[in-house]
């Protein structure tokens, strides 16, 4: 295997395919692997160009999120692509005690030494702008600061109530944290930023706002590469400029993909996300012939219930053809609050309902594949993304369709006849377009 451009982890499974979409649509081939690989399934794989571990860091505290982070690292140093990218949510969210970003990058000090390490949440192409050190978001055609963003800052485990990224990260980290500005990116060359860069002992943010400081930023990137992995934080712009990187030392001729969607009969999706973009988007699959039904909170404590739910639910996807299975709709849905007093009482600690909920949309979505013939499957939500398909045998994902931004239609790989070439569309709460869950449907059908 020629050395590898990239090796990167993804804190969640949607923000994975995320970054592996983006590389995608430069020609970059690219895995996911939904564990770390061993080298049967690295030689499968030799042709590529980068490689990706998808995770659930983002939804562990520090201790869950050490045994798992530890092992990958390891892996990836060993590895030794020219970069390693520690991939994040394009809005940041984390906290001391969730998903911290800045334990993370402790962590990794202790497998990748060198240097200061950049960190890149800007992706303006995704509406993500990072300006003098604070961090804006797009939302219905309105860019928000990130601690007013009407998602974001009502997220139900990490609320950002900070748009300054080294404040907020500060929280989380004792390394010291700079700023390279938009004024940084427009009068300095690449190399005068490295060297500046390399006086500043930790975290490096980037600011970005156009595409112009995506290309700086992209120029800084291939300016660090070495003979050692130069280790990386941030969201899939990270990707992109990577991606502009080769495309100037080596353009690659985007080929038309060798595995192509089928057409598909029967689709069936599982929705764990509460945010309020969810919400139009199952709002607008109803519409367009989904059947759409609310899990009932019952079901989440009583076996009978949802088995016999669950025989319902493979009934409807043989009769229906196109069916959704959801949690709520929207974060002023009565059933969130409904659920946690439920399972509460019914004895699940406050900060273990959301892996709670999660472990059992995976087993549920599991049960109703193994009873009904179904190639095509949207898991909408970031944590319930890792859950559900973490159940299904699978141990790598391509890209199949570009079916939007952020949100790629995947070819699955298992060892498992039933789930291996299973067409498989993995979203987080705030991406996809209103369209979505139909435009999943359609892929293929032109």
Not at 371 to 378: F, L, N, S, Y
Request: charged fraction near 25%.
């Amino acid at each position: 295997m020629n050395r590898l451009l990239l090796g990167f982890y993804g804190d969640d499974f949607t923000g994975s395919t995320d970054a592996m979409e983006a590389l995608d649509q430069y020609g970059l081939k690219t895995i996911l692997f939904l564990r770390i690989p061993d080298q049967g399934m690295l030689k499968r794989f030799e042709d590529v160009d980068c490689i990706g571990v998808a995770g659930t860091a983002r939804a562990k505290g520090k201790a869950g999120m050490k045994e798992e982070l530890e092992p990958v690292f390891s892996f990836l140093r060993d590895m030794n692509p020219y970069f390693v990218h520690y991939k994040v949510c394009s809005t940041f969210d984390s906290s001391p005690e969730t998903g911290s970003i800045g334990f993370a990058s402790d962590l990794a000090r202790r497998y990748f030494e060198k240097g200061s390490y950049p960190l890149l949440v800007a992706a303006p192409n995704l509406g993500r702008y990072t300006v003098f050190g604070h961090h804006f978001a797009a939302f219905n055609n309105d860019v928000f600061r990130l601690d007013t963003h009407p998602v974001m800052s009502r997220h139900p485990v990490t609320p950002m109530d900070e748009a300054d990224l080294a404040k907020h990260l500060q929280k989380q980290t004792k390394q010291r944290i700079a700023n390279v500005t938009i004024l940084d990116l427009e009068a300095k060359s690449a190399s005068e930023i490295v060297k500046d860069e390399e006086r500043e002992a930790g975290l490096i943010v980037y600011d970005a706002l156009n595409r112009g400081h995506m290309e700086k930023v992209s120029e800084v990137l291939w300016e660090k590469r070495g003979e050692r992995a130069q280790f990386v934080v941030g969201s899939s712009g990270v990707e992109y400029a990577l991606g502009e990187a080769m495309k100037r030392e080596r353009p690659i001729e985007r080929t038309d993909r060798v595995k192509k969607p089928s057409q598909a009969e029967r689709i069936f999706a599982v929705s764990g996300s509460v945010s309020d973009v969810t919400k139009s988007q199952l709002l607008a699959a109803e519409a367009a012939g989904f059947h759409a039904i609310q899990i009932p909170v019952e079901l989440f404590t009583d076996e009978e219930k949802a088995e016999a739910f669950l025989a319902d639910v493979a009934a409807m996807i043989a009769a229906k053809q196109k069916v959704v299975i959801y949690t709520a709709k929207g974060a002023d849905d009565p059933a969130i609050v409904e659920t946690r007093k439920h399972l509460s009482e019914s004895g699940v600690a406050k900060e273990e309902i959301g892996i709670f909920i999660g472990e059992k949309l995976g087993a549920w979505t599991k049960s109703i594949l193994d009873r009904v013939d179904v190639r095509r499957v949207i898991i909408s939500g970031g944590d319930t993304s890792g859950f559900v398909t973490s159940n299904l045998d699978i141990y790598g994902l391509e890209v199949l369709d570009s079916v939007a931004p952020g949100a790629p239609l995947c070819l699955a790989y298992s060892e498992s006849e039933k789930f291996d070439g299973l067409e498989i569309a993995l979203k987080s709460g705030q991406l996809g377009g209103e369209h979505f869950f139909e435009n999943v449907y359609r892929s293929g059908s032109k």
